[in-house]
């Protein structure tokens, strides 16, 4: 017997991921909430590098969405930040990093700066699903 089912109960079967978002802009906070909302998944918001590292030692998160350009602390600073906690942990945090920087060199830089994946702004709603999908399965 075969058992259609329609996308949102296919999403119910879904892993619910809880995800930091860092970014200092407003309105690519609320997009990517909205995102991860109609995905299914929690979010919480940082503003900073900072607070994105004062969360992490609160609260544990499946996967972060990291910005590059911010205030107090960047998001190269706090990938650097994380990957070395790792080291002493054990325990590898997924980040997927959100730039306006889309030049090829540029994204390997994030790869061997540590990124687990990108997405480059505007964000596709559909790409961060993928590699949502990629990276957590």
């Given at each position: 017997m075969l058992i259609e089912m329609s996308g949102d109960e296919q999403r119910?079967?879904?892993?619910v991921l809880n995800v930091l978002v860092v970014d200092d802009d407003e309105l690519m906070q609320h997009t990517l909430s909205v995102y991860l909302s109609s995905l299914g998944h929690?979010?919480?918001?940082?503003s900073n590098g900072q607070q994105a590292l004062?969360?992490?030692r609160d609260e544990h998160f499946d996967v972060i969405l990291?910005?590059?350009?911010?205030?107090?602390?960047?998001?190269?600073e706090?990938?650097?930040?994380?990957?070395k906690q790792e080291q002493q942990t054990g325990i590898h945090q997924i980040i997927i990093m959100v730039t306006g920087y889309a030049e090829t060199d540029d994204l390997r830089k994030l790869t061997e700066a540590g990124a687990d994946g990108?997405?480059?702004k505007p964000v596709d709603?559909?790409?961060?699903?993928?590699e949502l999908i990629r990276l957590t399965r």
């Open positions: 119910l079967s879904e892993p929690s979010d919480v918001i940082a004062d969360c992490l990291l910005d590059i350009n911010m205030p107090v602390m960047n998001g190269s706090v990938l650097a930040a994380i990957r990108y997405v480059v709603p559909i790409k961060l699903e993928f």
